[in-house]
C-alpha cells in the first residue's frame, strides 16, 4: 500500500520543532508588559473573554506553562515538511505496525492546529497509518505564500501529500472546517479515498420546505442552534472573513490578544458541561495549541483562509453529492448537523451521535473519538473492533 522513491523522498524534510529560548523570552516579556483594559462589570462571557479569567490565564501562560516539555512531546512525533504548488506544508507522519494498516489522514480545525490529535495518533496507529496536517497557513505550515488557497486548493494538496507519501488509497477525517476539507478531497480523489469521517459537520438547509417537514424535536433543537449561531457568534467569521489583515497586527503584536481570540472559541464549541476551556480540554493542551499559533505567527494567515472561503464562488455553488462513503459523528449537545441534509450532500452510510464532547471531539473525548473512527472504516476495511 505504500510506496517511494528516492525523488519523491528528496522533496520530503525531516522537521524538529525547536523554539528559540529569545522567542521564549520575548512571549514573557510581552504578557507582562500588556496594557489590561476595563470591562462592564457582571457581564461574565455575554460580551466576549472576562478580565480576570483571562489575567490569570495569561500568567500561567508566562509563568507556569512548560512550553520545552510540551515542545519534547510534540517532537515524540515524526515531523516532516514538503512544498506542494509553492506552499509549505507541515506534517506528522506515523506508520503502524501493521504493515498492510490503512493510511489515514487527519485534518484539523480552526483554531485548532495539529495540537487537536496528540492524544489520538498512537491509539489509531494501532490499526492505521496516521498523516496528521497542518493547514496552509496555520501553525507549522507557516504564513501564505500568496492568495488563492481556498478549500479546494487545500483539498488537491492534501491528495498530493498522499500521492507523495506513496499511499494509492487512503481513509481521511475533518473537524469543522477540516471536514470541508475531507469532504472535498473524497470529490476530487473517489478513486483513493475510501472513507471519509468528520465531526463537527455543519449542514444547511437547501431553502427548500419540503426538508423541514418531518423533523424532530432533536433535530428542530439543532437547526434552532445553527440559527443562534449564525446570528450571534459569527463575529469572528465577519471579521476573518473581510479583514483578516487589520485583524492580524493585534493578534502577531499581542500575546494576550492571540489568547483571547482562540480561548474564547474554546468556551464556545466545546462541550457546554465545561465551564471553562480548560475544564474541557486541560489548560496546558489549550495553551500548547495557541502557542503553536503564536510562535508560528499565523495568526494573520490562519484568518486569511476565512476571507477564501468568503470569497470563493465555488465553495457556494452546488456540488454533485459526493459518493465517498461518509461516516457522521455528532456531538449532541454542539452540533447542528441534520441527517437528511448530510445525505443529500454526502453519501453517510454511518451515522454515530455522542452524548459528550464537543466540536474538538479528539481534545475532548479521544477515546470516544479513536472508537468512533475505527467503528466507521471497520464498515469498510477488516478492523479488530
Not at 490569570?56 to 508566562?62: D, I, M, S, T, V
Not at 512525533?77 to 512544498?83: I, L, R, S
Not at 470529490?187 to 459537520?201: C, E, K, Y
Request: hydrophobic letters at 40%; one cysteine or more.
Amino acid at each position: 500500500m505504500e510506496t517511494s522513491s528516492s525523488t519523491t523522498e528528496a522533496r520530503i524534510h525531516p522537521f524538529r520543532v525547536d523554539i528559540a529560548q529569545q522567542d521564549l523570552d520575548d512571549l514573557r516579556e510581552r504578557l507582562a508588559r500588556t496594557r489590561w483594559g476595563g470591562e462592564v462589570p457582571g457581564t461574565g462571557w455575554s460580551r466576549g473573554v472576562p478580565t480576570d479569567y483571562l489575567k490569570a490565564l495569561a500568567a500561567y501562560w508566562a509563568d507556569g506553562f512548560d512550553w520545552r516539555a510540551a515542545e519534547a512531546e510534540l517532537n515524540g512525533f515524526p515531523h516532516f515538511t514538503t512544498e506542494i504548488d509553492g506552499q509549505n506544508i507541515h506534517f506528522l507522519h506515523v506508520r503502524s505496525p501493521k504493515a498492510d494498516a490503512v493510511p489515514l489522514l487527519l485534518v484539523h480545525d480552526w483554531p485548532c492546529s495539529f495540537v487537536q490529535f496528540v492524544d489520538v495518533i498512537r491509539p489509531l496507529a494501532r490499526d492505521f497509518h496516521v498523516i496528521v496536517t497542518s493547514t496552509p497557513g496555520t501553525g507549522f505550515s507557516g504564513p501564505l505564500g500568496e492568495a488563492g488557497w481556498n478549500t479546494g486548493r487545500i483539498a488537491g494538496a492534501f491528495v498530493e501529500l498522499m500521492s507523495r507519501l506513496g499511499y494509492g488509497s487512503y481513509g481521511v477525517q475533518g473537524t469543522g472546517g477540516g471536514a470541508w476539507i475531507v469532504a472535498e478531497m473524497g470529490r476530487r480523489a473517489p478513486d483513493r479515498v475510501i472513507g471519509v469521517h468528520v465531526n463537527g459537520l455543519i449542514t444547511f438547509p437547501s431553502g427548500d420546505p419540503a426538508e423541514f417537514e418531518g423533523l424532530t424535536a432533536a433535530e428542530q433543537e439543532r437547526l434552532a442552534r445553527l440559527e443562534d449561531f449564525r446570528q450571534d457568534k459569527m463575529g469572528f467569521n465577519a471579521i476573518q472573513s473581510t479583514r483578516p489583515q487589520t485583524l492580524a497586527y493585534g493578534l502577531h503584536d499581542s500575546p494576550v490578544g492571540q489568547l483571547a481570540w482562540i480561548a474564547e472559541k474554546f468556551k464556545e464549541w466545546t462541550d457546554p458541561a465545561a465551564e471553562l476551556p480548560e475544564d474541557a480540554v486541560g489548560r496546558d493542551r489549550l495553551l500548547t495549541n495557541i502557542s503553536v499559533y503564536w510562535f508560528s505567527g499565523t495568526a494573520g494567515s490562519s484568518a486569511n483562509l476565512y476571507y477564501e472561503a468568503g470569497h470563493d464562488a465555488d465553495a457556494w455553488a452546488p456540488k454533485e453529492r459526493g459518493t465517498v462513503p461518509t461516516g457522521v459523528a455528532v456531538a449532541l449537545k454542539t452540533d447542528v448537523a441534520i441527517r437528511r441534509f448530510a445525505e443529500r450532500d454526502h453519501n453517510v452510510t454511518y451515522w454515530s451521535e455522542l452524548e459528550h464532547g464537543g466540536n474538538f471531539l479528539a481534545l475532548e473525548q479521544p477515546e470516544a473519538f479513536v472508537a468512533d473512527v475505527r467503528a466507521f472504516f471497520a464498515t469498510l476495511v477488516p478492523l479488530d473492533v
